[in-house]
């Protein structure tokens, strides 16, 4: 059964610093993985969708990485702003219908101004 | 309408009642889907519809739940005796007809359920 687990579960930084989030997966047979933000009391907005076949995805100060053989993935924030404060989610999709997409539980970041 | 649509936004109900939420995807989105977020939890898959093919209801946690969608667009999802353990955040997604997994997901902003 496939496993998503994001790190660290929370994540505070001054305003304008460049960070990373880490998603990992445990089977590395996937179709592709989506990175999501989740903003308080609203629902999840698809940030970048990477293909198997693809190692990385960029949207403005956004940029995702895949490492599929690794199962691992990146999502890079450039110059933060107290803007991108929110959850960001990863999810996978190993296949196999509905049930096939995995969700991870989020890392909560907060950008201070 | 732009986005997915979801109603209530809030919905408290007492222990034993039945309770509908509605959703409303974007217009061309054959795919729906609807996740139950719990605090501190992932999503948790619920149902699933594409089209006019059987839905996939492998993820409802019990038969106390069930969805039906008419006419390929909005969809209810019906809770009949809620308990306790049903208090969750109740979210839709739509997507375009295209291979699962292929196609982002948008979501609506969900169904904040309190069961009292």
């Known amino acids: 059964k496939q496993e998503v687990t994001q790190i660290p579960a929370a994540l505070s930084v001054p305003e304008g610093e460049n960070l990373v989030l880490n998603c990992s997966f445990t089977d590395s047979a996937i179709y592709n993985l989506q990175w999501f933000r989740q903003d308080p009391g609203k629902g999840l907005t698809s940030l970048l969708l990477?293909?198997?076949?693809?190692r990385e995805q960029t949207s403005g100060r956004l940029n995702a990485s895949l490492d599929k053989s690794s199962g691992r993935s990146t999502l890079y924030i450039a110059a933060s702003q107290p803007g991108d404060s929110a959850t960001y989610l990863c999810?996978?999709?190993?296949?196999?219908?509905?049930?096939?997409?995995?969700f991870g539980k989020g890392t909560h970041l907060i950008i201070q101004p | 309408g732009a986005g997915v649509s979801q109603s209530p936004s809030n919905k408290v109900t007492e222990k034993g009642k039945d309770v509908e939420l509605r959703c409303d995807p974007i217009?061309?989105?054959?795919?729906l889907y609807w996740y139950r977020q719990s605090l501190g939890q992932g999503l948790e898959f619920l149902i699933y519809f594409q089209g006019n093919s059987a839905p996939d209801k492998s993820g409802l946690p019990s038969d106390r739940f069930s969805a039906e969608r008419t006419g390929g667009s909005v969809s209810t999802l019906t809770i009949q005796r809620t308990q306790q353990e049903d208090s969750a955040v109740y979210l839709c997604a739509s997507s375009l007809p295209v291979g699962y997994g292929d196609s982002p997901l948008h979501f609506g902003n969900g169904t904040r359920l309190t069961v009292t």
């Open positions: 999810a996978v999709y190993s296949g196999g219908g509905a049930d096939g997409l995995t």
């Open positions: 990477i293909q198997s076949s693809q």
């Open positions: 217009s061309g989105h054959t795919a």
